[in-house]
């Protein structure tokens, strides 16, 4: 007797239907891994592409940071010596106005103003003649009292302060609004 008797038709009918699924299924499986193989392979390469294309970015924005440093860098040199200009300006007016309001204290130095000519005598005008040893030739001249002369050479001081920081200031405005 084989074994193939033994065993009734439908239990035989079964086991043949087991096996041929066992073994489509081993088929399938193959299919599935091939197919996993393939698209395994496709996200690599998408990946690969991806990190070289965030790589090309990088390198990108890294240059052009180095460019925009180095604009900063001699922008600031530029104001640097704008600035070291415009503080020797200062300084040269400070020292200048300090020498004639030392000269002015020591009377080595006298203010006058210019007179009308046209006034009459009687209305407080001051005679022409100068004084012996003065070199003012030509129109009429009113010295200054030092105080008020110290006063007026403050005023002009402050002028020239503010002219130079206003220099100072639209050489700024200019150098940092003009693209280099």
Sequence with gaps: MRLGELIPAPYRMFGKVVLLGVLAGGTAA?????????YGKRLADQARLHTESLNQLALASVAQQRAEQGKRLALEQRLASSEQTHYRALNDVQRDQGRLRDRLATADLRLSVLLDANTGAGNGSVSATTATGGVVHGSTRAELDPAHAQR???????????LIALAACQAYAKEVSTPK
């Design 30 to 38: 193959t299919a599935w891994q091939v197919q996993d193989w393939r």
């Design 152 to 162: 007026i050479i403050g005023v002009t001081d402050d002028g020239d302060r503010g």
